[in-house]
């Protein structure tokens, strides 16, 4: 420990050096990890996309600029900056559907998902939720929970989609609450109804351009 | 300062963290990460190895650096040196174990602010030589991963009927999901220092104890 009263200059000089010098390992370290983080990122939406569109051997990246998907051309296993969506291909070429990720609030924080669209028959062919804050043990049931997923492997987005109480199921339009969770699976539910609300007129657009095609 | 180091020193300086001087269940410092990442095993062993490499390395930094370091601005150099090592941790975490680093969110960023890491630079590091400051913070952070993960191995077990996301109990166990939540944290930190507590006072009213703490 350094003695007695050091000099103003000292004390700015050794401040700046310590900014300086951690600034300079931060950047380091920043680019260093960055490819990594981002291959993470583009690697667990991939893998996501293949799970909500069942049947799905070939995934096409659309960029969405002013609200309107265009093909994205960055390179190989990399995701737009900006938002984005997947059209799934099956075996034969055709088009399997689109997995559109999602967002809004839940009980504590945002909910973010990923969904399966399937613009012939507009309904939903899987889900799956990728970050959300919700409750241990109770609303994170909407991560992980069989029961409440199968709920999304064939439902019908119109009129609307409509939470119901577990059990009460009967129109293909309805989505059984979970039981303990039901803010949380409400909101999924809000989050389904906002974004096919918006989508449903884009995807329509594409298909009837045929931008969408192979 | 750069005296010859009495025998035996460096030993006990290692040793001291692990129980007489434990951060969490003797000196109650860090207990904010103990209760918010303890829910599961994982993520105690996770938060306690990238405290360790934090405390280690800003311990060893900040001794090398004692004498250069102005006396008047120690406190902002030191925070200056965890934060760096923090945000490092943050990036490589999220870079080779995404998930870890989802599950532990927020709690990695808020290392600089663990006053165990601080409070060993200010009461250690910054008066002692490299060596003996790095002994101390492994001690320390074996301490801290170690009292971690007991709380993380209760809490999981009771609160999950799992060990390290592996089923330990059958379906016949209903998880007791308080353990999982923050009250099921203060539950199992309460539990065990009663634990310890009771263990503590056996020790010093066994006979001869007193003669052994006086030789010691």
Not at chain 1, 9 to 36: D, E, F, H, N
Not at chain 2, 3 to 13: D, K, L, V, Y
Not at chain 2, 150 to 174: C, D, F, H, P, T
Request: charged share 20%; proline share 6%.
């Amino acid at each position: 420990m350094a003695d007695g009263e050091a000099s103003s200059v000292r004390l700015v000089a050794s401040l700046g050096v310590a900014g300086l010098l951690s600034g300079v390992i931060l950047v380091g370290v920043y680019l260093g990890t960055l490819p990594a983080i981002e291959r993470n990122r583009a690697e667990a939406m991939t893998s996501a996309v293949y799970r909500v569109l069942p049947g799905t051997t070939r995934i096409e990246t659309f960029e969405v600029r002013d609200g309107e998907p265009v093909r994205y051309e960055g390179p190989e296993g990399t995701l737009p900056k900006g938002e984005a969506v997947f059209a799934g291909y099956g075996e034969d070429g055709h088009l399997v559907g689109f997995a559109i990720p999602a967002e809004g609030s839940g009980f504590m924080d945002t909910i973010k998902l990923v969904y399966g669209y399937e613009p012939t028959d507009r309904k939903i062919v899987g889900m799956e939720v990728l970050d959300s804050r919700e409750t241990p043990g109770l609303g994170d049931k909407i991560v992980s929970d069989p029961e409440f997923h199968a709920n999304f492997d064939a439902l019908a987005t119109e009129p609307r989609i409509v939470p119901v109480k577990k059990g009460k199921k009967t129109a293909p339009n309805e989505v059984d609450c979970i039981t303990g969770a039901t803010i949380s699976s409400e909101a999924v539910v809000r989050i389904l109804n906002d974004s096919t609300g918006r989508w449903r007129p884009i995807v329509d657009r594409m298909l009837a351009s045929g931008g969408a095609s192979k | 300062m750069s005296e010859p180091m009495e025998p035996g020193r460096f030993n006990r300086e290692l040793r001291k963290g692990l129980w007489k001087e434990n951060p969490i269940f003797i000196a109650a410092l860090g207990l904010c990460p103990a209760m918010a990442v303890t829910n599961s095993l994982t993520n105690a062993l996770v938060m306690g190895a990238a405290t360790a490499f934090v405390l280690i390395g800003s311990s060893l930094m900040v001794s090398a650096l004692r004498r250069a370091i102005p006396r008047q601005v120690r406190i902002s150099i030191y925070i200056i040196i965890i934060a760096t090592f923090v945000t490092s941790v943050d990036y490589v975490l999220a870079a080779l174990l995404p998930t870890a680093h989802k599950q532990l969110g927020a709690f990695i960023a808020l290392i600089v602010v663990n006053c165990i890491i601080l409070g060993r630079q200010e009461a250690f590091a910054s008066k002692n030589a490299p060596a003996l400051a790095v002994a101390d913070a492994v001690g320390m952070s074996i301490g801290f991963t170690l009292a971690l993960s007991m709380i993380g191995a209760v809490r999981e077990i009771l609160g999950n009927g799992s060990l390290l996301g592996a089923k330990l109990l059958g379906a016949w166990y209903e998880p007791w999901a308080i353990m999982i939540l923050p009250p099921g944290g203060f539950l199992t930190l309460g539990a065990l220092l009663m634990f310890f507590a009771w263990l503590r006072e056996r020790a010093e009213r066994r006979p001869g104890a007193e003669d052994e703490r006086r030789a010691a």
